[in-house]
Nanobody
Framework: QVHLVESGGGLVQPGGSLRLSCAASGFIFRNYAMSWYRQAPGKKCEMVAYITSSGGTTEYLGSVSGRFTISRDDAKSTVYLQMTSLNPEDTGVYYC?????????????WGQGTQVTVSS
């Protein structure tokens, strides 16, 4: 059974930092590209950061580029999102996403989300 379990969210003051983690199980993690999405109140869900299965390429939403860093540890089947210089616009539920191929078919998995609130 596939599981993606996010952790590390919480309440942080503007300018602060948080590190989100997503622990994966039930699939071959190293074969999957991983992403972080966020759902802000009243806004569409958007991709925040992406990392290829090899870890060689990363992409970021423009508003977080230079402040957020996505990384992965295949030995731990875990993807991370280091967030710095947080501002209230970063508030939302952050979801972990995995995309790969299984039995020649696309496979997409989602975590349950972790709340990040940036407020003074």
């Amino acid at each position: 059974q596939v599981h993606l379990v996010e952790s590390g969210g919480g309440l942080v003051q503007p300018g602060g930092s948080l590190r989100l983690s997503c622990a994966a199980s039930g699939f071959i993690f190293r074969n999957y590209a991983m992403s972080w999405y966020r759902q802000a109140p009243g806004k569409k869900c958007e991709m925040v950061a992406y990392i290829t299965s090899s870890g060689g390429t990363t992409e970021y939403l423009g508003s977080v580029s230079g402040r957020f860093t996505i990384s992965r540890d295949d030995a731990k089947s875990t993807v991370y999102l280091q967030m710095t210089s947080l501002n209230p616009e970063d508030t939302g539920v952050y979801y972990c996403n995995a995309v790969g191929i299984e039995r020649l078919r696309p496979a997409v998995y989602w975590g349950q989300g972790t709340q990040v609130t940036v407020s003074s």
